[in-house]
């Protein structure tokens, strides 16, 4: 059983920054990839950005230029630096990666932009 935690999430003003993390129990990054996700209150879940096990990005269209995803395979760990920060930005940010056989999620963590 894949566990993923999630941290990082915090109350920052527009324009700011933070680095999320995602820390799997296993090495599985490397082999399945990872992404970020988030949800808005009232909105479905969409897709941040995802980097596949290969290395390869890919960024919502809200996102690009603002965001990176990366990882440290030797951690275990997943990271979504977001910059220039917008208050539509503010959701619950999960991470998660898929096997052949199941999807796993972190519990997410809060981010929230506002002034």
């Known amino acids: 059983q894949v566990q993923l935690v999630e941290s990082g999430g915090g109350l920052v003003q527009p324009g700011g920054s933070l680095r999320l993390s995602c820390v799997a129990s296993e090495s599985i990054f490397s082999i399945y990839g990872m992404g970020w996700y988030r949800q808005a209150p009232g909105n479905q879940r969409e897709l941040v950005a995802v980097?596949?096990?290969?290395?390869?990005?890919t960024y919502a269209d809200s996102v690009k230029g603002r965001f990176t995803i990366s990882r440290d395979n030797a951690k275990n760990t997943g990271y979504l630096q977001m910059n220039s920060l917008k208050p539509e930005d503010t959701a619950v940010y999960y991470c998660s990666t898929n096997t052949p056989l199941r999807a796993y999620w972190g519990q997410g963590t809060q981010v929230t932009v506002s002034s």
């Open positions: 980097i596949a096990g290969g290395g390869r990005t």
